[in-house]
């Protein structure tokens, strides 16, 4: 059973620092990994979504990496700023067409 | 990009009455949509998967006689929960999927509170 575990749980960071969150999961065989952003009380809101075949994808000042045999991915932000704060979430597709997402990361960016 | 909406956004009812929840897709046509509810400071759990025009497959746990599902049209999927009771209350999110690389696009949310 493909499980999805997000570090840290929370982070809380001055303006302006470079960030990593980190994902992992137990199954490798994945089609595609996501990364949301959730703002309280908001639905998702789609970063950035890697291929099962591609390292990484680059938006702006986030940068997401996947490493499939290892089961982890790294989502960077860069110079954050304090409308960084959100939860973010990844979530994987296995070889099916279901979701499994993991249990976010409650990013806190103050000036 | 493709945008999905939520209507309502919130609700309150009371303990054993029905809320219908809507799903639409504004600019796709959504051949697969999802139901999702999330407790507080929790992640997101799938309850069911809609494909237009067929019954709904729900997940294990979830009641399908509790949560109605239904995929009329490639735009519109609606949600309600029959004889509601707080523990019912939660945050519902819908999501469409167009088919194309499996990339679904999540609603707004729904904020139920049963009384």
């Known amino acids: 059973k493909q499980e999805v575990t997000q570090i840290p749980a929370a982070l809380s960071v001055p303006e302006g620092e470079n960030l990593v969150l980190n994902c992992s999961f137990t199954?490798?065989?994945?089609?595609?990994l996501q990364w949301f952003r959730q703002d309280p009380g908001k639905g998702l809101t789609s970063l950035l979504l890697?291929?099962?075949?591609?390292r990484e994808q680059t938006s702006g000042r986030l940068n997401a990496s996947l490493d499939k045999s290892s089961g982890r991915s790294t989502l960077y932000i860069a110079a954050s700023q304090p409308g960084d704060s959100a939860t973010y979430l990844c979530?994987?597709?296995?070889?099916?067409?279901?979701?499994?997402f993991g249990t976010g990361t409650r990013l806190q960016v103050f000036p | 990009g493709a945008v999905v909406s939520q209507h309502p956004s919130w609700v309150i009812c009371k303990s054993g009455t029905s809320v219908k929840i809507e799903c639409r897709s504004l600019?796709?046509?959504?051949?697969?949509m999802f139901w999702y509810r999330q407790f507080p400071k929790q992640s997101l759990m799938l309850m069911a998967t809609s494909n237009e025009g067929s019954k709904a497959t729900y997940e294990q746990g979830v009641e399908k006689d509790k949560f109605l599902i239904n995929h009329a049209s490639l735009t519109l999927s609606t949600l309600t929960v029959t004889s509601a009771h707080p523990e019912d209350s939660s945050f519902y999110i819908c999501?469409?999927?167009?088919?194309?690389?499996?990339?679904?696009?999540f609603g707004p949310g729904t904020r139920l509170t049963v009384t």
């Open positions: 890697i291929q099962s075949s591609q």
């Open positions: 199954d490798s065989a994945i089609y595609n």
């Open positions: 999501s469409g999927e167009t088919g194309l690389a499996f990339e679904q696009y």
């Open positions: 979530a994987v597709l296995p070889n099916t067409d279901k979701l499994i």
């Open positions: 600019d796709f046509q959504a051949t697969t």
